[in-house]
Each structure stands twice: as C-alpha cells, then as structure tokens.
C-alpha cells in the first residue's frame, strides 16, 4: 500500500471549519488507497502571538530559549488534538502525536533545532494498524528531553523527514497559495505557478526568502529524494512538483525571484588595507552569533578602505553596537548602517548557460531608477540589495521583463 505525508500550514488549520476542510483531504486520500500521515502546523498567527507574548518578557529570548521553544511548541499541540477529534468523530481511527511521541530526536538548538533521527517503531507499527497519526510539525526533542523547535516554518522540515524515514510514496505540502510561483502571487499579480521546479532551484528560492517552503525541507527532500509537492489546502489542483534535473526538462533562464525584507547592512568606513582587517571586523560579529551574508571590501584607493556587510535585521542593533567598539580599536574613521534595505534574487538553472541575465538585470533596475546597494552573484542565482521601498516595484518589473508570466514552451 502506498503511504502519503500531508503537512497542513497555519493558514489550512486556522479554524475550525478550515480543520474540517481537512478532515475532508485525509478522508478522500484514505478512500483513493493510501495510508496517511498528518503533519500541521500551528492554528492561523498563534505562533506569532506567542513569540509576540515572549517579546512582552525578553526581546533577545536570551534567558530563555529553552523556554521560548515550551512556549512556542503549543500551538501545534492545539490543533493536533483538534483534528484527532474531529478525525475521530468522522470514524477515521486517528492519534495525534507531539514530536517527542512521534520519536523525533533533535540537536539541542533551541528555537533552531535540527532532526538528528526519528524513532519510527511506535508510529510504524500503528499505521500498520490502520491508525492515521497526526503530528506536530516543528518539534522535537533533544538527548535530555527538552523540547525543541526547528524554526519558523519548520513543520514543512517536520512533514519531509517523516516522508523520509516511512519511505513515503510522497510528500505533499499543502498551503494557501496554488504552488510554487515564480514570485510571491501576493506581491506580484501576474506570477505563474510552476508545474515543476528542480531541489536546486527550489533550495535557492527557500533560502533567499520565498517563504512556502523551509529551506531544511528541500535540503533533506533532496537528500533523500522524497517526492515532494506542494499544493492547494482549498484548491483541486496537482501545485507543483519538486524533482531532480533531468535532461528532458525544459530550462528556463529564470525560474523565480525571492526576495527578503529580513535584511540591514553595515559599513566600516576609513579601514586600513591591512592583512587581518576582515577578521578583525567579523571575529566579534561571529563570535555574538550573529550571521553574516553577504561581504563587500572595496579595494583601496589611499591604502584605506571601506568594508561592508550585511546581517538579518533582528540583529542590526547589536552588530551596530559591537561595530562601534571595533572601529576604535582598529582605528577607523566611522560605522554606518541601513536597516531599511532588502535583497531580491533572481533564480535559475538556465542561466548556467546563458551569459547576460545580470546585465540584463541591472539594466531593468537602472530604467525604473532603482539604485543598487550591493551585487552577489553565484551559478544559477543574482541577488541584489536594494532600498525597501523599492521591492516591490523591483520584482514587479524584473518579473515582467524576463517574461516569467508566460509558460516557456
Ligand atoms: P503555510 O502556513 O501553509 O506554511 P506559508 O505562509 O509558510 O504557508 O507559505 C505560503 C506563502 O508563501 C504564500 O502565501 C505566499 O505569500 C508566500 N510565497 C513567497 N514566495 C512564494 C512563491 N515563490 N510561491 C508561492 N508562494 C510564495
Ligand atoms: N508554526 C510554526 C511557524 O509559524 C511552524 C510552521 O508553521 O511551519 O513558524
Ligand atoms: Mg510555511
């Protein structure tokens, strides 16, 4: 018999009758045949009106990850039982389970956790038994058993290594949206959704900021090659297919644009050319665990130079804070910064072969007089920083002239 993973997001579960609505999806996959394992998500904002809660007490969470991920771990709690019940009620044998029930073992990062095994003998012997487990997504345990979370967005990571180790047939997202579209349909009205998308590209896209799926569960997807889909929770349609390259696949040039709000950057200005400069500037910033993405060092005109970097915006603060100490002791002239930028990234297997796109990209920027902060480049992606306000009008034009509203044929 084949087995299928259906992960449900907030928005799918945000009531009572959206459960309902649910119910009806599980219903109808049992009926064509399959065994069926749920996965869900927290009811509708609760998780941001818990971490909203937890900012009210500590806004860096610094005292208490541990604690933020009890806190945060029981709104997927709610709707488990919730749709259990209603499972029930509809005579579908079904028992909902935390992610410490469902045997899912994490490292302990709290608020950030990452799968390291799942216990899958207690889950396996009940589905034998005709029982549809349904998950919290975004949970687990570590060694001690705290309980952990796998960050934002996390029950789509939740959804594909369960897939992964019951060896589903395959793992289906559903969500809010159709698909995987070339940009956010909410920012963009003409954006298209994809029948199929290749992991690399979709692992682009996660990354820099398309938010319908967590970045781990396309790494760990790929990884283990679960057929992966995500789709309509009100919807009939097939959504997209997340595959493997393959020769046959027609390749587009572009395949997507992500962008992300979540951005500042910070300038040391008036730095020596010297050896051990960058490692003096980034050492604390690391050292404060604050991510750092992308690295701009102008090359010296008057043996002094300017150093750029960019930081998650919930960090801004406080690189802005260690950045002032470092100037001092490294004799710089100044410390800027801009917590009112955001990076937009255009994404595509296709451009391995095709020269020209950043230029192209630039030029359509330059026509609606949007001036670029900073460029980083890789194989099949370009991303660059930009001014905020600026976002929208970026993707919506570059979304128009790379044609990514009509189908390549
Ligand atoms: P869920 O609660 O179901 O996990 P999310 O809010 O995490 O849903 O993800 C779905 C949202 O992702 C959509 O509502 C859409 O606004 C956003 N999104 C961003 N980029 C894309 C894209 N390229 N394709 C589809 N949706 C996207
Ligand atoms: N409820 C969590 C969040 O809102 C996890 C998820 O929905 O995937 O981030
Ligand atoms: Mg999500």
Redesign the pocket.
Known sequence: MSLFVQKF????VASISHIENVVRKVISARDEGHDVVVVV?AMGDETDRLVALANEVDHQHISGRREMDVLLSTGEQITISLLAMMLLKHGVKAQSYTGRQAGILTDDGHTKARILDIDTAHLKARIEEGVVPVVAGFQGTDDDGNITTLGR?G??TTAVALAAVLDADECRIY???KG??T????VVEGARCLKEVTFEEMLE?ASLG???LHTRAVELASKYEVPLRVLSSFEDAPGTLITREDESMEQPIIS?I?FTRDEAKLTVLGVKDVPGIASAILGPISKANIEVDMIVQNVAADQSTDFTFTVRREDYDQALEILEKVAKNIDAREVAGDNKIAKLSMVGVGMRSHAGVASRMFEVLANESINILMISTSEIKISVVVAEKYLELAARALHSAFDLSEEVS
């Not at 997001?9 to 799918?12: A, I, Q």
């Open positions: 997001g907030g928005t799918s998500s967005g029950s789509d969500t809010d949206v995987v579209f940009t956010d349909p909410r896209l398309s938010r319908v997507g992500a």
